[in-house]
């Protein structure tokens, strides 16, 4: 496994856990202003889109 493969590795476990972490907090919606929510929706909607990107630009497989 080369280094690139290495660092995009990393960079979708950490992107995996953030999302788990954001739709968390998101169900907690009591503990956050209306603000707060709108960033953390606008985060988490940021973050699952760059992560379907990588993951289809690192797919090798069929209908995938």
Known sequence: ????????VMQTSRAKRLIKMLERLIK???LYTDT???EMKAQLRVVKQ????????QSKGFGK
């Open 1 to 8: 496994m080369n280094f690139m493969m290495t660092t995009t």
């Open 50 to 57: 760059e992560l379907a990107e990588a993951e289809a630009k």
């Open 36 to 38: 707060q929510l709108k």
């Open 28 to 30: 907690k919606d009591f």
